[in-house]
């Protein structure tokens, strides 16, 4: 009788699999907050007539 071999994942790899993966979200959230932060802050600095040659006004700069 032949035996087929499963794979199986050493105990607890799933978890801390599942751990890194989340731990990562939460790095990628915030990079990318931060990144909106600071594009803000940017435009923020921008003159009136500079944002209107860009396409934009001062209410639009909440959406980034």
Same mark, same amino acid.
């Given at each position: 009788? +032949? *035996? %087929?071999? %499963?794979?199986?994942?050493?105990?607890g790899?799933? @978890?801390?699999? &599942?751990?890194?993966?989340?731990?990562? +979200?939460?790095?990628?959230?915030?990079?990318?907050?931060?990144?909106a &932060?600071? %594009? &803000?802050?940017?435009?923020s &600095?921008l %003159?009136d007539? *500079?944002? =209107?040659?860009?396409?934009? @006004?001062?209410?639009?700069?909440a959406? =980034?």
């Open positions: 009788m +032949a *035996q %087929t071999l %499963t794979p199986h994942a050493p105990h790899a799933v @978890t801390i699999l &599942r751990a890194v993966n989340a731990m990562t +979200a939460i790095k990628e959230a915030v990079i990318g907050w931060n990144d &932060r600071k %594009t &803000r802050n940017e435009l &600095r %003159t007539e *500079q944002l =209107f040659d860009i396409g934009l @006004t001062r209410g639009d700069i959406r =980034f």
